[in-house]
């Protein structure tokens, strides 16, 4: 390059040539790297340490190496220091801008270090904060969950079944079923975390170092439970990056199966809900619409989640070990991916919290439909009829209903002797909707009393989340 500075590199002893310029856009990283400055320069400070602890550098230079490192820390936070887009990818210009600071002693910091470690590092320290930051917006998110079942533990709604009214139920108790899948989506959270958080830095490019390193200081150092096991495996490894990205997965499936429902009840054919307007958009041309998009689009949003799982399974499925440049794919699928589901669930609590219930229409839909009818086969057996006997019975009185164009609570009592004399006058106290709701009070059921429990449980279980540590 003459007297043309050569750009900084971490490589490029053994060749003769500069990088191309298409290739260098092509395999640079910064773009999109650059949100790893804070872990990397993390991971920089307690490498430095530790090198300066034993004595692989003197106490002076790791001291100056990591002064320097909060001062760029400090500035990058500040907005005093922007990322070098022609940088190769953070990790360079960290160092690069460390070396411009403070000379030759800031080339020490890699020592016993290879990119391969760094970077694994990094991308493990970012991961294991925005899981945490994702567990609690999924805890808020059933927090308001909560507090609208509690609002309607007495409301009653269909419950559905291949999208056909099938028995009533309670609004609470429906939104309790989300709960559920979000509970189980927060375990899988703090599960994956526990993956996640395990130590690589040490494993150099894959056969570790001759230096005499103290990985457990390291592992200290920067809150991880434990150093990995094998230094091939710790460089190569992003199973933690697929499984994070499969709990997301099952996360935004569980959002968008909400997102449909409230799709649907929203809709002039079922309308049980209003969307508030902060949270639905209009129509270019037809003045009436108000379109339910935000539920829309988080319904759409998942198969982008689901895509980036596909691609990264994709991208691990035939490397040979230890590190290939394949891996550097990993970075976008999860980048995106923690964006896409920080985004839909930051706009689903507020949406679900603002929701208007429609309780008199949810309440005469449940009318409708012989959602009863299983009472009416219940009301049976407990005369002495087998079950499956008065399954056929109440098939056959519900066929009868339907060519008279009446409800079974509104068909005379001498009619259903003519399909059995067990039938007495008490029927039909057991055909009354609010009733056919009460009396299921088996633990997880509709009746008011079952989710005043399943409430008072999943309350318990928050306290105890949001008490317990990560790590």
Partial sequence: ??????????????????????????????????????????????????????????????????????????????????????????????????????????????????????????FRLYLRKEIQFLGELVLQLISALMKRAREHKRTIMPGYTHLQRAQPVTFAHHLLAYCEMLRRDYQRLRDCYHRVNVCPLGSGALAGTTFPIDREFVARELGFREVAGNTIDAVSDRDFAVEFIFVASLLMTHLSRLAEELVLWSSSEFNFIEIDDAYTTGSSIMPQKKNPDVAELVRGKTGRVYGHLVALLTVLKGLPLAYNKDLQEDKEAVFD???????????????????????????????????????????????????????????????????????????????????????????????DISGCVERRATPGGPAPAAVEQELEKLSDWLEEMRALPWN
């Avoid at 090198?51 to 936070?77: D, H």
């Fill in 1 to 122: 390059m003459g007297s043309q500075e050569r750009p900084f590199k971490l490589w490029g002893g053994r060749f003769q040539k500069e990088t191309a310029g298409e290739a260098a856009s092509f395999l640079n990283s910064i773009s999109f790297d650059c949100r790893l400055y804070r872990e990397d320069i993390q991971g920089s400070i307690a490498h430095a340490r530790m090198l300066g602890r034993q004595g692989i550098i003197t106490p002076k230079e790791a001291e100056a190496i990591i002064n320097c490192l909060q001062e760029i820390l400090r500035e990058l936070e500040e907005g005093k220091l922007t990322f070098d887009p022609a940088a190769e990818d953070i990790h360079s210009f960290v160092e690069a801008e460390l070396v411009k600071r403070i000379g030759e002693v800031g080339k020490k910091l890699h020592t016993a270090r290879s990119r391969n470690d760094q970077v694994a590092t990094s």
């Fill in 337 to 431: 991916t923690i964006d896409t589901v920080k985004d839909c669930l930051q706009v689903f609590i507020p949406l679900i919290e603002t929701l208007t219930v429609k309780e008199s229409q949810m309440l005469a839909a449940a009318g409708e439909g012989f959602t009863n009818a299983t009472d009416l086969a219940d009301y049976l057996v407990k005369k002495g009829v087998s079950f499956r006997k008065a399954h056929a019975l109440v098939g056959k009185i519900v066929l009868h209903c339907l060519s008279q164009g009446k409800r079974l609570e509104e068909l005379p009592l001498e009619e259903y002797r003519l399909f059995s004399p067990v039938f007495g006058p008490d029927l039909y106290d057991c055909l």
